[in-house]
């Protein structure tokens, strides 16, 4: 798998037309094929969700594992700014108990550890 992986990459690395990649080009053509690599059934909507609903939203993929939402996964087009998308990924993996947000363009990855799992609506608010 590895081996495959690296193969994989230095392809993209090399391939001119990534870098005009609109948003459903690099989940078609990055990020389905490399979580595929990595063990994910993209065949499955149940395992790898594609535009999960998150309250008034939605996260481009939801990977999960035996009905639970374990990692949310944004993807915008190949060389988009990504800072201001942050803001809203980590909203929704907060909210939702999701413990990994991956932020990504195809090219550049950002991945977020939640500090606390659990819904937010479950998180006691204490004022001064």
């Keep these: 798998m590895i081996e495959q992986l690296k193969a994989f ?7 001119p037309r990534v ?5 459903a080009a690099t989940k078609q053509a990055i990020i389905l094929p490399l979580l595929h ?20 939203g939605r996260v481009d993929y939801s990977l999960r594992i035996n009905n639970t939402n374990e990692v ?3 993807v915008k087009k190949t060389g988009e700014d990504l800072e201001r998308f942050q803001e809203q990924l980590l909203d929704y993996s907060f909210r ?31 004022y001064n």
Excluded: C, M, S
């Design 37 to 56: 690599q990595l063990g994910w059934n993209t065949y499955n909507i149940d395992e790898v969700t594609p535009e999960f609903l998150v309250e008034n």
């Design 72 to 74: 949310f996964l944004e």
């Design 19 to 23: 870098g005009t990649f609109d948003e």
């Design 96 to 126: 939702q108990g999701v413990e990994l947000a991956i932020l990504t363009n195809g090219t550049t990855w950002w991945l977020y550890l939640p500090t606390k799992k659990g819904r937010l609506e479950n998180e006691e608010i204490l």
């Design 9 to 15: 990459i230095e392809n993209l690395k090399t391939n």
